[in-house]
């Protein structure tokens, strides 16, 4: 029978193993993949029908197919409640076998088809737990809950790459032993390696059974895993943890980068904090003294005789530049605590630009730069705005144009009104998220050093400069543009700039043209 079926199974083009030991058959499925055992009922050592209970335990969607020549419905009975899949009347032809064959083993790979779709959803099921958090403890925790489900681990260590620092350990369960030496080891290698191992490994006063798995994301490796198990890992219990690692990783790495994004986030709040701490103190301490300075070098001045008079000229124009940042410190910090008053007037554009330009003028000529002034007075609206604060703006973005363009320069101080259409607001390459409306535009514009397009938003930032602090030649504070965007929102406006390195910048104010009347407190 058995050089029968295996010349007739191999003529009809299968991968035939033969043996006459049921026992021998036995090992041959415990060391390799099958798709179908065709047994005799009577065998020596192992009937028929045992090795099909066993072969079933070792695979349960195996397909077995049991020959036999006098048939009991006894026997039959047994043979289906031992797991046979098909059964075989001897004599047969080789037609009949093929059609057997045929049969079983296309019932095995629908079998197998459904056994994987009720993985994945098992696997999805399992898996959507991780998605309730994006805590990194939580979600070892809650990692850890669903594997002992499946291999009753009952702890598990994970090592995570979580930002450029070290790698950090983490634990499933707050009370789990710590991990020695050799366990940490481990864990490294198999993040570094990427490749799943299994160990005998001490945890605590046990010897446990440990299974350590790669965590990667897209072919990223972010760490890997290690869990104790005490039911043994089945080639399938093996396949379902690989795969359930897989969404575990992509689970535990969008923990991660939150977790990333929320500490760089602290740590930007705390530089932020600092910072406001710092215009507040500064600008509160030394508001007193400087004013004390400035008011007796002013007598001084007044009465002091050449030389001492032109020393003092110069200390109090020190001074004045000191009180202009304290100035602008002051400013900024009620911009802040939305504490600006605006005094709301309708103001003449072409006027409001004049004062600005001549405020400026003596910085220009010192330069030799041209100052321009460019509006179509008929198509000038009249505005609704601070005129003070404005002016503060305006003169702000013409002394950095003069500032940051070398000599013989030109800036160009322009204004236009527009009834705004359609949101975004186009301008230039810039899409800008004004409301539909009427607007009063005003640009400053320059043929100087212009500024990186990575720093282009940075710039509104306070203490925010593009050079180096240490190498720049320009001096200032950093303050001035994040004063005029303060300024320009607390107006409902908004501000921004197109740059072009080496070639100049343009720096545009857009405000409503009628302030709302929320604002005219
Ligand atoms: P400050 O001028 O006191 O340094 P600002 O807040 O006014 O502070 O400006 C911040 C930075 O933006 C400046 O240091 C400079 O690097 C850049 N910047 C501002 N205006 C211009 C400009 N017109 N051209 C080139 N760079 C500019």
């Known amino acids: 029978?058995?050089?029968?079926?295996?010349?007739?199974?191999?003529?009809?083009?299968?991968?035939?193993?033969?043996?006459?030991?049921?026992?021998?058959?036995?090992?041959?499925?415990?060391?390799?993949?099958?798709?179908?055992?065709?047994?005799?009922?009577?065998?020596?050592?192992?009937?028929?029908?045992?090795?099909?209970?066993?072969?079933?335990?070792?695979?349960?969607?195996?397909?077995?197919?049991?020959?036999?020549?006098?048939?009991?419905?006894?026997?039959?009975?047994?043979?289906?409640?031992?797991?046979i899949t098909s059964y075989l009347s001897k004599p047969f032809e080789v037609e009949e076998l093929r059609l057997t064959v045929t049969q079983v083993l296309h019932q095995r790979t629908m079998m197998r088809d459904k056994l994987r779709l009720e993985t994945v959803v098992h696997q999805l099921r399992l898996?959507?737990?991780?998605?309730?958090?994006?805590?990194?403890?939580?979600?070892?925790?809650?990692?850890?809950?669903?594997?002992?489900?499946?291999?009753?681990?009952?702890w598990?260590?994970?090592?995570?790459?979580?930002?450029?620092?070290?790698?950090?350990?983490?634990?499933?369960?707050?009370d789990q032993p710590p991990l020695?030496?050799?366990?940490?080891?481990?864990?490294?290698?198999?993040?570094?390696?990427?490749?799943?191992?299994?160990?005998?490994?001490?945890?605590?006063?046990?010897?446990?059974?440990?299974?350590?798995?790669?965590?990667?994301?897209?072919?990223?490796?972010?760490?890997?895993?290690?869990?104790?198990?005490?039911?043994?890992?089945?080639p399938a219990r093996a396949e379902s943890l690989t795969l359930l690692m897989k969404h575990a990783a992509a689970a535990l790495n969008n923990a991660r980068l939150f977790t990333q994004v929320q500490e760089a986030n602290s740590r930007l709040q705390e530089l932020d904090r600092l910072k406001s701490e710092f215009i507040a103190i500064t600008s509160h301490e030394l508001r007193t003294p400087l004013a004390i300075v400035l008011g007796y070098a002013m007598l001084l001045h007044d009465q002091a005789d050449p030389p001492a008079r032109e020393y003092l000229r110069r200390m109090l124009e020190s001074g004045h530049r000191l009180n202009a940042i304290i100035d602008d410190m002051t400013n900024l910090r009620q911009v802040e605590l939305r504490q600006t008053h605006l005094t709301i007037e309708e103001v003449d554009l072409a006027d409001l630009m004049q004062e600005c330009v001549t405020n400026v003028q003596s910085l220009a000529d010192g330069k030799r730069q041209t100052l321009n002034l460019k509006y179509d007075a008929s198509a000038l609206c009249r505005v609704h705005l601070d005129r003070d604060k404005i002016a503060l703006v305006l003169t702000s973005l013409l002394s950095n144009?003069?500032?940051?363009?070398?000599?013989?320069?030109?800036?160009?101080?322009?204004?236009?009104?527009?009834?705004?259409?359609?949101?975004?607001?186009?301008?230039?390459?810039?899409?800008?998220?004004?409301?539909?409306?009427?607007?009063?535009?005003?640009?400053?514009?320059?043929t100087g050093i212009g500024i990186p397009p990575g720093q282009q938003r940075r710039i509104f930032e306070r203490f925010y400069q593009v050079a180096d602090s240490l190498t720049r030649e320009n001096g200032g504070t950093g303050l001035g543009l994040a004063l005029v965007q303060g300024l320009v929102t607390v107006h409902n406006g908004h501000v921004w700039v197109t740059s072009q390195e080496g070639m100049g910048s343009t720096f545009t104010v857009a405000l409503p043209q009628n302030v709302p009347q929320s604002l005219m407190s």
């Open 1 to 83: 029978m058995c050089h029968y079926c295996t010349s007739a199974l191999r003529h009809l083009g299968y991968h035939v193993t033969a043996t006459t030991s049921s026992l021998a058959a036995l090992d041959y499925l415990r060391q390799q993949p099958f798709d179908l055992v065709l047994t005799d009922i009577k065998m020596p050592q192992l009937s028929g029908l045992d090795l099909t209970r066993h072969a079933r335990e070792i695979d349960p969607i195996l397909a077995i197919v049991i020959m036999s020549g006098q048939t009991s419905l006894e026997m039959l009975r047994e043979a289906v409640s031992n797991g």
């Open 127 to 154: 898996s959507s737990a991780f998605n309730y958090t994006l805590s990194l403890p939580e979600m070892c925790a809650e990692i850890l809950r669903v594997v002992q489900e499946e291999i009753s681990g009952r």
């Open 156 to 174: 598990a260590y994970f090592l995570l790459n979580v930002d450029d620092a070290a790698p950090r350990l983490l634990f499933g369960h707050p």
């Open 180 to 234: 020695d030496t050799a366990g940490w080891q481990l864990l490294q290698q198999t993040a570094l390696k990427q490749l799943p191992s299994r160990t005998r490994i001490q945890l605590g006063a046990e010897l446990c059974d440990g299974v350590c798995l790669p965590l990667s994301v897209g072919g990223q490796n972010i760490g890997s895993v290690l869990f104790n198990h005490t039911q043994p890992l089945t």
């Open 401 to 446: 144009a003069i500032k940051f363009t070398p000599i013989g320069g030109d800036v160009t101080l322009q204004a236009w009104c527009e009834h705004v259409e359609t949101v975004p607001y186009a301008h230039g390459d810039q899409a800008i998220a004004l409301n539909p409306g009427a607007w009063a535009f005003i640009s400053v514009q320059d």
